[in-house]
């Protein structure tokens, strides 16, 4: 399927729809699912964005300026999955608990505003690498995923999301901050802010593709491989930098930037909850 037909089937399912919420993180996929649905429906989208210790403030401020300056409708929640002690004792199902508590405060959000669906920017790649549980409160909350449906890459999205004028179409890959903690190391707010600032560090000693990895009281820096040769030349203001944070050792990983890294640690995916739902 070409990219065009790709584009007109995404246009299609969007009015099939007729209105839209969109959980939106700011995102790459999620950003172009927006502004597009935005287009196409005519202003008939609300974006929900959910707030939490594991959302940087830096995207906080992202997500705010964009909608204001496209005049698309935002509302801004806050969730709490650090209450839930499955989320917080970090099992390898961590994400479903995470997703859950937010689609299960999104969807009245969607319901009470009057949008007939809730979307979210998955694309047709997420479901066939890595491990999502995710998708599974996804499933179990009817949230529909139309650049999925539609066949769209991410490859895609960046391109026409170029083509629209985003600042996001060539923003670096972002998860969720708790996916930098090995599984079953257990979360907190201060956990979390850490490694925020150990990020903010790196952008703003102008790395582009990095992750900051804790480890307890280590953090492991992984870099892109075009500039994890500067990192070992500014090693050094590293160290300072984040040992300052909090971190008592710092290190770089030799393998560099790898999506989803903690998740080769993971032998058979094993759920690690007494009340994990998934069967």
């Known amino acids: 399927m070409t990219l065009d037909e790709k584009e007109a089937k995404l246009t299609d399912i969007l009015i099939g729809y007729g209105s839209v919420a969109v959980a939106w993180s700011g995102g790459v996929d999620s950003t172009f699912l927006s502004a597009y649905a935005h287009e196409v429906l005519e202003g008939r989208v609300l ?19 964009f909608a204001s300056a496209r005049g698309i409708p935002l509302k801004v929640v806050e969730t709490h999955e650090l ?5 917080k004792s970090n099992p390898t199902n961590r994400c479903y608990f995470c997703k859950t508590e937010m689609y299960g405060t999104l969807r009245p959000i969607a319901e009470e505003a009057g949008m007939a669906v809730l979307l979210d920017g998955a694309n047709i790649e997420d479901f066939k690498s890595d491990f999502r549980p995710g998708h599974q409160a996804a499933e179990e909350w009817d949230v529909k995923h139309p650049l999925r449906d539609a066949e769209m890459t991410k490859a895609d999205i960046r391109t026409l999301s170029k083509s629209m004028g985003l600042p996001t179409w060539d923003k670096p890959a972002f998860a969720c901050l708790a996916s930098r903690f090995p599984y079953g190391e257990y979360l907190d707010e201060y956990k979390l802010k850490r490694v ?20 307890d009281d280590l953090a492991r820096i992984e870099i892109g491989e075009d500039e994890i040769e500067r990192g ?36 058979g995916f094993r759920v690690q909850s007494q009340h994990e739902p998934m069967a």
């Open 47 to 65: 974006l929900i964005n959910a707030r939490s210790a594991a959302f940087p403030d830096e995207e906080a401020e992202f997500v705010e300026g």
């Open 83 to 87: 209450d839930n002690e499955d989320y």
């Open 196 to 215: 925020a600032d150990a990020e903010t560090v790196m952008r703003q000693m102008n790395f582009k593709i990095f992750r900051v990895r804790s480890h």
């Open 232 to 267: 070992f030349q500014e090693r050094h203001q590293l160290i300072e930098k984040l040992k300052a944070l909090g971190f008592f050792w710092v290190t770089i990983d030799m393998q560099g930037f790898r999506s989803g890294s903690m998740n080769e640690a993971i032998t």
